[in-house]
């Protein structure tokens, strides 16, 4: 492991905050040289700070972590990002491979033990992807109906929205597009997906984890 790596923190959780502190600065004798508790604070801090390593949440205020990594590609080319997360669902597997991001590591199955594992990697220029993470990733591609190979990305954003549930208007107002086209992508979003009606659109948006990256109202936006 490389000495003295410096580390930013993004997460929205202070007691999380303080744990993944501790890991780092005491147990890993890393530096840790700044904090953010939402998503715009965080591209802010990361570019006045420069870190090695960026320890991100994906569900933030203000900007979701898939914007933040959008933002600090561009900005910070080159910049480290191992992805912590309580989601690990097919859409968050997915959009996270679509992302580039160095590594994921899985709250809800993984240990602090395992979370030092990944510091270690992706600090030292590997990746490091939870197995829960591998096992979605290998099969939804071995899938040859998955959502991803079937799905536009205006029909996915359009499916999580539905999922929510939300109206065809109020997906119309979000998403800044007429109500018919709500209508025919949600056509097609049936046909394509070979469902019979709303009621299994929700659980599959529900089921697959796209509810979670349906944008909110001063959000920040979590469309891809």
């Given amino acids: 492991m490389l000495p003295g790596v410096r580390i ?8 999380f905050r303080e744990v993944l502190r501790k890991v780092c600065t005491r147990e890993l004798r890393h530096k840790v040289v700044g904090e953010a508790a939402d998503g715009r604070s965080a591209v802010q801090l990361v570019m006045e700070t420069t870190p090695d390593l960026v320890l991100l949440d ?4 203000n900007l979701d972590g898939f914007g933040v990594v959008a933002a600090l590609q561009q900005a910070v080319p080159g910049i480290r990002i191992l992805v912590l997360s309580s989601h690990c669902d097919d859409y968050t597997v997915f959009r996270a491979e679509k992302a580039h991001v160095h590594g994921f590591v899985d709250k809800n199955t993984n240990t602090v033990a395992i979370l030092k594992q990944a510091i270690a990697a992706v600090s030292e220029g590997r990746t490091y992807f939870s197995a829960e993470f591998l096992r979605l990733k290998e099969t939804r591609h071995g899938n040859p109906h998955s959502f991803d190979k079937l799905l536009t990305d205006r029909e996915r954003a359009v499916l999580a929205l539905i999922g929510e549930p939300f109206h065809d208007r109020e997906i119309a107002e979000r998403l800044g597009l007429a109500e018919e086209t709500v209508e025919k992508h949600r056509f097609n979003i049936l046909r394509k997906l070979d469902l019979t009606g709303t009621a299994e659109l929700i659980r599959y948006a529900q089921d697959h984890g796209f509810t979670l990256s349906a944008p909110r109202r001063g959000s920040g936006g979590l469309l891809p």
């Fill in 58 to 61: 994906l569900h933030l205020p």
């Fill in 8 to 15: 930013v923190i993004v997460e929205d959780h202070q007691m």
